[in-house]
């Protein structure tokens, strides 16, 4: 393991077994300004992630001692804000499916261009940074409540824990109800206008945000009125107000039928 880079800068760890990778994505971080922490086992890196500050993890997939996919969902529970970057020769669509469900935030496939894998981090980065736009006071629908500006969400009483870009994706939709939204907008507004990534990313993020308010609302010892994420094939998606309502939530009343040939989810 070694540590390279300035004071003050994105802290990024690296964890790759393979010495030319390493070194080849070290130095081009370093030369951009990047401090890098390069360890080559998972259980390593878990180390090293626990020990330094990361705001990033670049992860490779295949590595000596464990799966990078149980790094990468050990990463998130302890972690839950660290950026992940899965680095990896893994190209087949169900393995991008589970490294992003895992809570990798991007999928990048070997062999790739450092230039690109520049460019992505640079686009996660101002993302993150900048934060989703949004009004001071809270929005509630049904039982739904998201405080855009603290970053909260609730069902009833209770909070939701939802990864960052899980959230982003909420903040989006919940701020135009009954409201088609595309693909192309949620991609620029939740990751980057600039995203060079596959848009499969914010199918797994939606999948995985309506698996943890279902479960949340699945705990509740009374009924919640939830929104339904209608999925709208060859476009993107609506959230809509629930048909019914929960205890407490009277202020909602209109309901917003799918549309033919469109699916509709309930959380």
Do not use: C
């Given at each position: 393991?070694r ?11 690296v ?5 030319v990778?390493?070194r080849?994505?070290?130095?081009g971080?370093?030369s ?6 390069w360890?080559?086992?998972?259980g390593s890196?878990?180390?090293?992630a626990?020990?330094l500050?990361t705001d ?15 790094v990468?969902?050990?990463?998130r529970?302890d ?10 020769a893994?190209?087949?669509e169900i393995?991008v ?13 070997k062999?790739f ?8 981090l ?7 940074s900048?934060?989703p736009?949004?009004?001071?006071e809270p929005?509630?629908i049904?039982d739904l ?8 969400c ?7 824990e939802?990864?960052?870009?899980e ?5 989006v939709?919940?701020k135009?109800?009954g ?5 192309e ?18 199918d797994?993020?939606m ?9 949340a609302?699945a ?9 339904e994420?209608t ?10 107000p629930?048909a ?10 209109q ?8 699916s509709?989810?309930?959380?």
């Open positions: 393991m540590t390279t880079g300035t004071k003050d800068a994105v802290s990024v760890l964890i790759e077994d393979d010495d990778i390493g080849h994505v070290e130095a971080l370093r951009n300004g990047y401090t890098v922490t360890t080559r086992t998972g890196g878990l180390v090293e626990r020990r500050p990033v993890v670049l992860l490779d997939l295949g590595l000596p001692d464990m799966d990078g996919i149980d990468a969902r050990q990463l529970d972690h839950p804000d660290v950026l992940i970057l899965i680095l990896t893994r190209s087949e393995d499916i589970v490294g992003l469900d895992a809570g990798a935030d991007d999928y990048l496939v062999p261009s450092l230039t690109v894998l520049l460019a992505r640079r686009a996660h980065l101002r993302r993150r900048a934060g736009p949004g009004p001071s929005v509630r049904g409540t998201v405080d855009i500006t603290a970053r909260r609730r069902l009833g009483d209770r909070e939701v939802l990864r960052p870009k959230f982003e994706l909420l903040a939709l919940i135009h109800p409201e088609a939204v595309s693909r907008t949620l991609m620029a507004r939740v990751w980057d206008e600039n995203w060079f990534g596959p848009t499969k990313t914010l797994v993020t999948s995985s945000l309506r698996r943890r308010l279902h479960a609302a705990s509740s010892a009374v009924p919640l009125a939830l929104p994420f999925t709208l094939r060859g476009h993107g998606y609506r959230l809509e629930p019914t309502q929960g205890e407490g939530a009277d202020d909602i009343s309901t917003y039928p799918g549309d033919p040939g469109h509709s989810y309930r959380l």
